[in-house]
């Protein structure tokens, strides 16, 4: 077994793990990448997370469900084609931007601790003991699988991954999970021209948002003709795929083409021999870390979604942020210190959100206004043509602050980074009431929603 030395090994081709390793190359220190899928250079986002998805977002928001079903089936192999081509190129560039690295070193294979500072890497054709004083664990996340009776063998049923790479439009989708990820999917396949069913096991549509916006989220969906059913538990899922579901007090069978299980992401952490290096994991299974990333053993640290934290590309690139400094020699920012996180879900009317909701706000204690104004009065959205939703912010009452915003609208996604820009610095809401922004566009809808 050949053993290699070098000052960091990194475990992972994520977002965090790339932009460290390209750093710690720049200032000359020698790196080791370990991935064990060809297909992950560049970590979830890119490959079977945020790009790809969006890419089928923007050419089924082309269509809306229009044509004959040969002509939707036309449009969604298309539309996967150009997803390939997509993820292909990126995946391609962010490779070839560490491999020509002469300070990189990427190994292609399974990486394993087998002590405190050294991994042994499983390639296709040999196994090597590398060593490090600076281990970086930036393995991610991967799909949960529910246990259900089924759920792994049956034919026709996926995860969000084997979605994104089907052959043929399904024509009946039932997705179970009314989480944010099962709702894009939902969105993205009616507009593609599937017939869409959402299994809820809960009886509160979204609970962590505030009940209007809630259910305008529902009211645009449904209107996309996506059937909701709350309180349903699925049973078990056989050949068909047909599955057995229990709700409203008696079980019913629900065939479809295709099942997607959007029931959650957990951290990649099998087969990583942590415990022989004394790190520790969480009970939901995550790398422990601190509010530096630091693990339970000295000189190793986590980023991204292997930590539990929120699983955002962005939030992994501020993780990089986080442990790069301490590298050179600062701790000043840390997860405790990290402001106001947004976040975007891409349906076909976009929501984005920042912050309290007034719910939380109210539970907290707060004394605050609320605003809130229809995206129909705005005149960018008028010339969209999309005109549904609305816009809410909920400020202190006492101080002026901004506590948190949600946007459901065209653009909504763009928009609520003026909003992150201005709680960051702790700016009154009446600097964002009276800036002045271009017109027509949707920003200039922030006027409007802080003049109260």
């Given at each position: 077994?050949?053993?290699?030395?070098?000052?960091?090994?990194?475990?992972?081709?994520?977002?965090?793990?790339?932009?460290?390793?390209?750093?710690?190359?720049?200032?000359?220190?020698?790196?080791?990448?370990?991935?064990?899928?060809?297909?992950?250079?560049?970590?979830?986002?890119?490959?079977?997370?945020?790009?790809?998805?969006?890419?089928?977002?923007t050419s089924a928001a082309a269509v809306s469900g229009k044509g004959t079903a040969v002509e939707q089936d036309a449009t969604f192999k298309a539309a996967?084609?150009?997803?390939?081509?997509?993820?292909?190129?990126?995946?391609?560039?962010?490779?070839?931007?560490?491999?020509?690295?002469?300070?990189?070193?990427?190994?292609?294979?399974?990486?394993?601790?087998?002590?405190?500072?050294?991994?042994?890497?499983?390639?296709?054709?040999?196994?090597?003991?590398?060593?490090?004083?600076?281990?970086?664990?930036?393995?991610?996340?991967?799909?949960?699988?529910?246990?259900?009776?089924?759920?792994?063998?049956?034919?026709?049923?996926?995860?969000?991954?084997?979605?994104?790479?089907?052959?043929?439009?399904?024509?009946?989708?039932?997705?179970?999970?009314?989480?944010?990820?099962?709702?894009?999917?939902?969105?993205?396949?009616?507009?593609?021209?599937?017939?869409?069913?959402?299994?809820?096991?809960?009886?509160?549509?979204?609970?962590?948002?505030?009940?209007?916006?809630?259910?305008?989220?529902?009211?645009?969906?449904?209107?996309?003709?996506?059937?909701?059913?709350?309180?349903?538990?699925?049973?078990?899922?056989?050949?068909?795929?047909?599955?057995?579901?229990?709700?409203?007090?008696?079980?019913?069978?629900?065939?479809?083409?295709?099942?997607?299980?959007?029931?959650?992401?957990?951290?990649?952490?099998?087969?990583?021999?942590?415990?022989?290096?004394?790190?520790?994991?969480?009970?939901?299974?995550?790398?422990?870390?601190?509010?530096?990333?630091?693990?339970?053993?000295?000189?190793?640290?986590?980023?991204?979604?292997?930590?539990?934290?929120?699983?955002?590309?962005?939030?992994?690139?501020?993780?990089?942020?986080?442990?790069?400094?301490?590298?050179?020699?600062?701790?000043?920012?840390?997860?405790?210190?990290?402001?106001?996180?947004?976040?975007?879900?891409?349906?076909?009317?976009?929501?984005?959100?920042?912050?309290?909701?007034?719910?939380?706000?109210?539970?907290?204690?707060?004394?605050?206004?609320?605003?809130?104004?229809?995206?129909?009065?705005?005149?960018?959205?008028?010339?969209?043509?999309?005109?549904?939703?609305?816009?809410?912010?909920?400020?202190?009452?006492?101080s002026g602050k901004i506590l948190g915003v949600m946007l459901l609208c065209p653009e909504s996604y763009e928009m609520i980074n003026i909003v992150k820009?201005?709680?960051?610095?702790?700016?009154?809401?009446?600097?964002?009431?009276?800036?002045?922004?271009?017109?027509?566009?949707?920003?200039?809808?922030?006027?409007?929603?802080?003049?109260?």
């Amino acid at each position: 077994m050949q053993n290699k030395k070098f000052d960091a090994i990194i475990i992972g081709f994520g977002k965090g793990g790339k932009t460290l390793a390209g750093k710690l190359a720049s200032e000359g220190k020698s790196v080791a990448l370990a991935e064990m899928d060809k297909n992950m250079y560049g970590g979830t986002c890119i490959n079977v997370g945020c790009i790809p998805s969006k890419s089928l977002y923007t050419s089924a928001a082309a269509v809306s469900g229009k044509g004959t079903a040969v002509e939707q089936d036309a449009t969604f192999k298309a539309a996967i084609e150009e997803k390939r081509r997509v993820t292909g190129f990126l995946r391609g560039k962010n490779y070839g931007k560490l491999a020509q690295n002469p300070h990189v070193t990427i190994y292609d294979g399974h990486a394993r601790f087998t002590g405190s500072h050294q991994v042994e890497v499983t390639t296709e054709k040999e196994t090597l003991s590398l060593e490090a004083p600076w281990i970086f664990i930036n393995t991610g996340s991967t799909s949960f699988i529910p246990p259900i009776p089924g759920a792994t063998e049956t034919k026709g049923v996926y995860t969000s991954n084997g979605m994104m790479e089907l052959d043929a439009l399904p024509r009946h989708l039932v997705i179970l999970g009314g989480g944010y990820i099962g709702l894009e999917f939902a969105s993205m396949f009616a507009n593609f021209g599937s017939k869409v069913d959402v299994l809820v096991d809960g009886t509160i549509f979204l609970p962590r948002e505030d009940r209007d916006v809630a259910e305008a989220i529902k009211q645009r969906l449904e209107k996309q003709g996506v059937v909701f059913h709350m309180g349903a538990q699925t049973k078990s899922i056989s050949e068909g795929p047909t599955l057995l579901v229990a709700m409203d007090g008696k079980e019913e069978e629900i065939k479809a083409d295709v099942v997607l299980l959007a029931t959650g992401r957990v951290p990649n952490t099998k087969g990583l021999g942590l415990e022989n290096a004394g790190i520790e994991t969480t009970p939901r299974g995550a790398v422990k870390v601190d509010e530096l990333l630091r693990t339970t053993a000295p000189g190793v640290w986590a980023m991204g979604d292997v930590t539990g934290g929120l699983q955002h590309t962005y939030v992994s690139l501020d993780d990089f942020r986080i442990v790069s400094a301490q590298l050179h020699g600062k701790q000043e920012h840390t997860t405790l210190t990290r402001p106001n996180i947004p976040y975007s879900v891409f349906l076909s009317t976009p929501y984005a959100r920042i912050g309290m909701n007034e719910d939380e706000a109210k539970k907290a204690g707060l004394e605050v206004k609320v605003s809130k104004i229809p995206t129909a009065s705005i005149p960018k959205a008028q010339v969209l043509r999309a005109t549904d939703g609305f816009l809410k912010a909920v400020i202190d009452a006492k101080s002026g602050k901004i506590l948190g915003v949600m946007l459901l609208c065209p653009e909504s996604y763009e928009m609520i980074n003026i909003v992150k820009t201005a709680m960051d610095l702790g700016a009154d809401y009446t600097v964002l009431r009276d800036q002045i922004y271009t017109h027509p566009t949707m920003s200039e809808a922030l006027n409007d929603l802080f003049s109260i």
